[in-house]
Nanobody, 130 residues
Framework: QVQLVESGGGLVRAGGSLRLSCAAS??????????MGWFRQAPGKEREFVVV????????YYADSVKGRFTSSRDNAKNTVYLQMNSLKPEDTAVYYC?????????????????????WGQGTQVTVSS
């Protein structure tokens, strides 16, 4: 069984920062074959791609809306990925989800499509006040 567990969400003022974490575990989960991504979903909106990155950090793609403000990183020893979010805006308010996608999907260019992802966390709420 594969588990992705997010943490680190909360309430922050515009211009502030938060760091989200996603811990991956599972006997059937081969970490080296999956890239890790983040999506977000605001009320009444579709799930939106934020970032995806390989475990080696050799390849990372960001959504234009977060480029330059958000940074993906990881601790391979802990099987944990992080999303550092700076200069937060009210429009960043959403539930943030960690997800895993096979490398072949990443390199196919379909990394921004939620339905391509195999595993999902439960989500963590991020609220940015103006």
């Amino acid at each position: 069984q594969v588990q992705l567990v997010e943490s680190g969400g909360g309430l922050v003022r515009a211009g502030g920062s938060l760091r989200l974490s996603c811990a991956a575990s599972g006997r059937t989960f081969t970490f080296s074959t999956y890239a890790m991504g983040w999506f977000r979903q605001a009320p009444g909106k579709e799930r939106e791609f934020v970032v995806v990155s390989t475990w080696s950090s050799s390849t990372t793609y960001y959504a234009d809306s977060v480029k330059g403000r958000f940074t993906s990183s990881r601790d391979n020893a802990k099987n944990t990925v992080y999303l550092q979010m700076n200069s937060l805006k009210p429009e960043d308010t959403a539930v943030y989800y960690c997800a895993a996608v096979r490398y072949r999907t990443l390199y196919s260019g379909n990394y921004d499509r939620a339905y391509e992802y195999d595993y999902w966390g439960q989500g963590t709420q991020v609220t940015v006040s103006s």
